[in-house]
């Protein structure tokens, strides 16, 4: 009977001992049945070593062992032991790397173990004696698929019905030992193996049990015993029917006076108490029936076993049915093949077009093929191999050849001799497919891909566009190591990952480093590393992305955000233009840039800035513009000089002198043009012939925007003192707005491009808030309605109710009207995103209130409420246009503004003091 799936396993060398003991197995010789099993698991788990394991207290013993020279081993090598107390198959990918086993001798020494699955032997009555195991030298990190697990356990639970069989086929050959005694033997022999005899006396009308019989009824031993009050009533109420027929049956004077039935018994509470198989005859005197006599078995253990041994057949069928491999087994003596249905599924051989003979698969065997695979597997055979292994074509049903990787292992006699091979075909045609088609793709990837060994970080295999990448050649690349190709400033951080790599670690990492060509020029590369177990160990596959023009543009970005920041607190135009050489010089890798102040009406130049060798320095004096005439007159025209070799463009003839002499051959100039006059340049000059690249010049043009955007504020606040007070305060507050937005918006920003839009669109906010304060012709403000609808008025779509303004009329001064102005230009922005006017019929409405009057404590309060836009959530972090929208108005006039993210819409809400709206300061 097979222990409940939720039942303890005992572990204690006591009870193990004790079943040992039991079993009788330990020290015996080699059994058929047990090397079955072995061979058969190791072909199932596809490994070389396979072993029958019983633990003792100081020792485990082989039962059956492939590929494994010792009858036994002490405990300290044992792995098995570690299976005691499970239920399930234990697997161990990599015991070299496991601290269970990594110190055990079989993996530290000559054998070299380094993969272990074992599925524990346990008694019906749950007791952990060993493990059935397989044994691999490589490790295995995908482990045992599921049905290799479910069919090593199903052998295990097999290996243990064999050792259930084998002492009870050992008990029976006692009885049978017995019973050739003596009839005082015989009867002692029939008590000792649980036979029971009932005799039933037609003259005396009597019915006699011995002990036995009235055990397995469950009568005491000197309770009377009769057909109709015991023998009916303690039979299972299925069986009472059929058992009574066969009794009468075998009375039947006209019958053949034999009984034979097979029954359960149970007790008087129902429950069942055994399964009892009967056999009777009945005994004639001169025709007469005097008595009729028999025995009775207990099969309960019997018929659990045997239907043990039927659910694992089940199991081991379907298991061979779930898989794709042609399962074989080759009786070699009789030439007799036995194939699984995985042979029709795969390859369309119905079983009866299949003749099962070793004859009728090399038949199929492609001709150019066959004598090859003929002669490896007959080598084999005859020359006592116990594996053999081979790739061909195998023909199907159809007459279409699938490629099969074939495999199977050796059966042999006591004395070497064949006696069968048990293997497996795998089709490997769609694999070699897809193998086809990822070199294909190896080959044409628009990635640089190279396979390394991990030990000495020899290039494997490499692609065409790896060699692009490093502007090698392929034998430059194959047989060599990639480290060579790692410059010399990273070779500590290349030497720590080449550890890893070397011990074997698994990794799965995307990376950035540097390279250096072939033509000895420095490029960045983002490298995908994964590391993989094949046949042979560890590979390395590198894919390697040419990101230099990436990290330039990155490196630009964050000159240009730095640029913003430092240009923000600039005080004059000294200091802007030195910030801008700084700038230019570092990032584009020049010893000369820097920024020249034109006075047209004195025709000169003045060189503001210059980067010379790494520093910003201040250079005296001035220079007539006819030293570079035909140089100024191009930027004049608002042309973008761009020279890769002065001594070579014929528009710089007249100029070549002075460049040559300040050691000048390449240049960018971005002319900084007011009201159509040359007032001043942005340079970067070279000392040897450059090619620009687009990104380089796109670079001195956004300095040079920054720059003029800069000058031109320090110009304005000049110019400031000169204006009239109210003007000058409002442009003042316009341009440090604008700056506010500008620099916010940038702010740790690492795509220009992206933030552009957003920028552009508070901008815009801005100069229609301006516009509309400039509408009222000299009133200083503007209504608050019509601050609203104008922010407003880009998601007006005509649809009823779309917008909703309401509440009392209110005329806001100059500095709340740009501050809320550009707070709505938020609210609506996040709504078209995210809110209502992301979805047709959402709609917006904006209400306010004047409460406690108008005097010095009235406050404004105003309500947005979005409605009918998709369902909200909390954003997990706050942009500036947050941060604009929670405190433009309290930095303005003091307001206090709350944003509350309904599920059913966005509601905010504004205080402001009535005074600070109407403030015209």
């Not at 590929?67 to 044992?78: I, N, V």
């Not at 697990?149 to 259930?164: I, P």
């Not at 069928?317 to 795969?346: C, K």
């Not at 004598?371 to 053999?388: Q, S, T």
Request: contains cysteine; negative net charge.
């Amino acid at each position: 009977m097979s222990r409940p799936p939720d039942a303890p396993v005992a572990t204690g060398p006591a009870e193990r001992r004790a079943a040992l003991a039991r079993y009788g197995i330990l020290d015996t010789p080699p059994e058929q049945d047990f090397d079955d099993a072995v061979a058969l698991a190791a072909q199932l788990c596809a490994a070389p070593t396979a072993l029958v394991s019983l633990v003792t207290e100081d020792r485990q013993w082989f039962k059956a062992r492939l590929g494994f020279d010792a009858s036994e081993t002490g405990l300290d090598r044992s792995v098995c032991s570690h299976t005691l107390g499970l239920t399930d198959v234990l697997v161990i990918p990599d015991l070299a790397a496991d601290a269970r086993t990594r110190a055990n001798p079989l993996v530290t020494g000559a054998k070299g173990m380094r993969f272990y699955a074992g599925a524990p032997l346990i008694t019906p009555e749950g007791v952990a004696i060993g493990a059935l195991c397989v044994l691999d030298t490589a490790p295995r990190p995908e482990g045992l698929s599921p049905a290799q697990a479910a069919g090593l356990a199903a052998l295990a639970r097999s290996v243990m019905t064999t050792f259930a069989l084998r002492r009870a086929a050992l008990s029976r050959r006692a009885e049978i030992a017995a019973l050739a005694e003596s009839e005082l033997r015989l009867r002692l022999a029939v008590e000792a193996t649980g036979i029971g005899t009932f005799d039933y006396d037609f003259a005396a009308g009597s019915l006699r049990w011995d002990g036995r019989t009235r055990a397995l009824f469950g009568v005491g031993p000197d309770a009377p015993v009769s057909y109709e009050g015991s023998f009916l009533p303690g039979l299972h109420p299925e069986d009472r029917a059929r058992a009574d027929a066969a009794v009468r049956a075998a009375l039947d004077p006209d019958g053949s006076g034999l009984f034979d039935c097979e029954y359960r018994t149970v007790a008087r509470d129902g429950a069942l108490l055994h399964r009892v198989a009967a056999r009777g005859a009945l005994v004639r005197e001169g025709g007469r029936a005097i008595r009729f006599v028999g025995t009775v078995r207990d099969v309960t253990a019997e018929r659990a076993a045997q239907g043990a041994l039927a659910a694992t057949e089940e199991r081991l069928r379907l298991a061979t049915r779930a898989t794709n491999d042609a399962i074989w087994d080759w009786d070699l003596v009789t030439d007799h093949v036995l194939w699984n249905e995985a042979l029709e599924d795969a390859y369309g051989w119905a079983p009866e077009t299949v003749e099962p003979t070793g004859g009728w698969w090399l038949e199929r065997v492609h001709p150019e093929d066959r004598a090859r695979v003929e002669a490896d597997i007959r080598g084999v055979i005859d020359r006592g191999g116990d594996d053999w292994r081979h790739e061909y074509r195998f023909r199907r049903a159809d007459g279409s050849y699938a490629e099969v990787f074939d495999r199977g292992s050796m059966v042999r006699g006591p004395r070497g001799e064949p006696l069968r091979m048990i293997g497996a075909m795998l089709d490997l045609t769609e694999r070699n497919r897809v193998a086809a088609q990822l070199r294909a793709v190896f080959e044409g990837a628009n990635v640089g891909i190279v396979q390394i060994d991990p030990r000495t970080l020899v290039a494997l295999e490499v692609n065409a566009k790896l060699c692009a990448i490093w502007g090698a050649e392929e034998a430059d690349i194959l047989g060599h190591s990639v480290a060579k190709w790692t410059p010399a400033e990273d070779v500590e951080e290349r030497d720590r990952l080449h550890r890893r790599l070397a011990a074997g670690e698994i990794m799965r990492e995307t990376l950035e480093k540097r390279y250096r060509r072939k033509d000895g020029r420095l490029i960045w590369g983002r490298v995908n590393l994964v590391s993989q177990v094949n046949g042979d160990g560890l590979l390395i596959t590198a894919m390697i992305e040419d990101i230099t023009e990436e990290k330039r543009l990155e490196a630009r970005q964050r000159a240009l955000i730095e640029l913003g920041d430092r240009l923000r607190d600039a005080a004059d135009t000294a200091e802007v233009s030195g910030i801008a050489a700084e700038i230019l010089g570092k990032t584009l890798g020049l010893s000369r840039a820097g920024y020249t102040a034109i006075e047209t009406g004195a025709g000169r130049f003045r060189i503001e800035r210059d980067r010379t060798d790494g520093t910003v320095a201040s250079l005296a004096g001035t220079h007539p513009l006819d030293m570079v005439a035909a140089t100024v007159a191009r930027l004049r025209r608002g042309e973008v000089l761009v020279v890769a070799d002065i001594a070579a463009d014929p528009g710089l003839a007249p100029d070549r002198g002075s460049y040559a002499e300040h050691r000048i051959r390449a240049q960018i100039k971005v002319p900084l043009l007011r009201r159509g006059e040359l007032v001043g340049l942005l340079f970067a000059h070279a000392a040897a012939p450059r090619a620009w690249e687009a990104g380089e010049v796109g670079f001195v043009r956004e300095v040079a925007e920054r720059v003029w955007a800069a000058l031109a504020r320090l110009q304005a606040e000049e110019q400031q003192r000169v204006l009239n007070r109210e003007l000058s305060h409002r442009l003042k507050n316009t341009l440090t707005m604008a700056q506010a937005i500008a620099s916010q918006t940038l702010r740790n920003v690492t795509d220009v491009r992206s933030v552009k839009d957003a920028l552009v669109a508070r901008l815009v906010a801005l100069g229609k808030a301006h516009d509309i304060l400039l509408s009222g012709e000299g009133e200083e403000g503007a209504g608050l309605e019509a601050v609203l609808a104008g922010a407003l008025a880009i998601h007006d779509d005509g649809e009823p109710d779309r917008i909703r303004l309401s509440g009392p009329p209110i005329e806001v001064g100059p500095k709340a009207a740009l501050s809320l102005s550009l707070m709505i230009h938020e609210l609506a922005t996040n709504a078209a995103k995210y809110g209502a006017f992301s979805v047709p019929g959402g709609r917006v409405a904006v209400e306010w209130t004047i409460e406690d009057g108008s005097g010095p404590d009235a406050l404004v309060r105003m309500i947005w409420t979005e409605r009918g836009g998709p369902p909200v959530t909390v954003p997990t972090r706050k942009g500036f246009g947050s941060r604009l929208i929670e405190r433009g108005l309290s930095g303005a006039v003091g307001g206090e503004t709350r944003t509350d993210y309904a599920p059913d819409g966005v509601v905010c809400r504004i205080t402001a003091p009535l005074e600070g709206l109407l403030e015209k300061e």
